[in-house]
């Protein structure tokens, strides 16, 4: 069958199922699945076997052309939340994973020191978008996903970060702060549910192919925000990352795919990071 809104990529049900990875008995809800890095993992997850949920503001409910089940649900409403989950429950009658990868992102100054552009300089609404959707959202689908996991006595939360929560980003203060967040719940969670049988971990994406999110007002902010122009916003890879080459959202997907089976059954209260070796030394 074809999968959801991959043009030219065809694939089977089954043809992938059977693999070292042995997704098959897994129940897994994404997060902001729909698009850019989501929707890769969503699609990566159902080509491997898993039984899939989609998550996101901009669907409408129901089950796609692949089998995955869509949800519209807002991840800041805690009621909304619980619902959707409790849907996904009632469909597949399990959950077994939980892959927190919504997220949202403004560039902003803390302070716009040239005074050309107070619209780009961080203030309450900008900071309260991104952690409500970030933070919040991730935690409120957490708790919800666990209270089923510790009924089961085993699950698996993935949290997506970012390399700039470890590493700051300019211009990204309150983004890399809401990821440096995540990775906090990530260390801390999994020392208070290790003993539960469920494990939490973390990717971070680095530099990647574009996800066709970005829009023109976006750019301008970012360019705004580093000293710089649109057209220079992308570096000389092969000097700043050592891999000589952006990531794809398809290799983000496989780390989580790998992350959501029983091979990486010891690894808990850590983040992988997928940046290609790109690091600020």
């Not at 023109?216 to 220079?232: F, G």
Request: with cysteine; charged share 20%.
């Amino acid at each position: 069958r074809r999968f959801r809104n991959h043009p030219g990529t065809v694939g089977t049900e089954s043809s992938m199922s059977n693999t070292w990875l042995d997704l098959d008995d897994k129940v897994v809800i994404v997060t902001g699945g729909d698009s850019g890095i989501g929707r890769h993992i969503v699609e990566g997850l159902r080509s491997a076997g898993a039984q899939v949920a989609c998550l996101d503001l901009t669907v409408e409910d129901g089950v796609d052309v692949s089998g995955v089940l869509d949800v519209g649900v807002d991840i800041t409403d805690a009621g909304a939340v619980e619902a959707a989950v409790a849907t996904v429950e009632e469909h597949f009658g399990r959950i077994t994973t939980l892959v927190n990868n919504a997220g949202v992102n403004q560039p902003r100054l803390l302070v716009d020191a040239r005074g050309e552009a107070p619209q780009y300089e961080l203030d309450e609404k900008s900071f309260a978008f991104m952690f409500d959707v970030n933070v919040k959202g991730a935690f409120l689908m957490a708790q919800a996903v666990t209270r089923r996991l510790v009924r089961a006595g085993a699950g698996t939360i993935i949290n997506i970060t970012s390399e700039a929560g470890a590493e700051g980003s300019k211009g990204q203060s309150a983004y890399s702060a809401t990821k440096g967040a995540l990775n906090g719940f990530t260390l801390s969670w999994a020392k208070e549910l290790g003993p539960l049988g469920i494990r939490v971990v973390g990717a971070a994406p680095g530099i990647l192919e574009p996800t066709g999110l970005r829009s023109p007002a976006y750019n301008e902010a970012l360019a705004y925000t580093r000293s710089t122009t649109v057209d220079r916003l992308s570096p000389d890879y092969s000097r700043t990352i050592p891999l000589g080459r952006p990531g794809t959202l398809d290799e983000v997907a496989d780390v989580v795919c790998f992350l959501a089976s029983d091979r990486s059954a010891y690894i808990t209260g850590t983040t992988v990071t997928v940046t290609g070796g790109k690091s600020r030394g």
